[in-house]
């Protein structure tokens, strides 16, 4: 989502905007829990997966999948949790 090129700016801009909103919201915007959501934007960018993943997942089950790399290995995980659930 920062790209390569901009790489290091965007590292800043969520550091600053990280800090920010912590100090004005609380620990769930924290620098960390930042990079977090970018990392989900990217590996579910489509929306309805999302709407549909939502109301069976919980966030904790997102943090967990969103890092595994191998798109068969998110799909199935992700369908392992829904049907747990």
Known sequence: ILGKER???GKQI????GRELNAEFGRGFSEKSLWHMIRFAEAFPD???VSALRRQL?????KHIIYLDDLLKRDFYAEMCRVER
Not at 14 to 17: E, R, T
Not at 58 to 62: D, E, K, V
Request: aromatic content about 20%.
């Open 7 to 9: 790489g290091e700016y």
């Open 58 to 62: 919980s966030w904790t089950h997102f």
């Open 47 to 49: 929306e309805e997966i």
């Open 14 to 17: 969520v550091s600053a905007v």
